[in-house]
């Protein structure tokens, strides 16, 4: 299990827990339960790298502890 926080620098921060075989997708759905968001308007970001649905946690080295930015479209 991985722990990851979400931040959208709007003083909304989430802690999600998934597995690292879940894809991105997976991970937005989950974030947008607890904040009440729809997952399709949530943009996962790592300083330039905007992360795409259908690519795995493990895939992209996302791991245990690891801070995003959450941005909305």
């Not at 989950?30 to 790298?49: F, M, P, S």
């Amino acid at each position: 299990m991985l722990e990851i926080t979400c931040n959208d620098r709007l003083g909304k921060k989430v802690r999600v827990k998934c597995n690292p075989d879940d894809t991105i997708g997976d991970l937005k759905k989950l974030i947008a339960a607890q904040t009440g968001t729809r997952y399709d308007k949530i943009v996962l970001k790592k300083w330039y790298t905007i992360y795409k649905d259908n690519i795995r946690l493990s895939d992209y080295e996302i791991h245990d502890g690891m801070n995003l930015e959450m941005y909305y479209q």
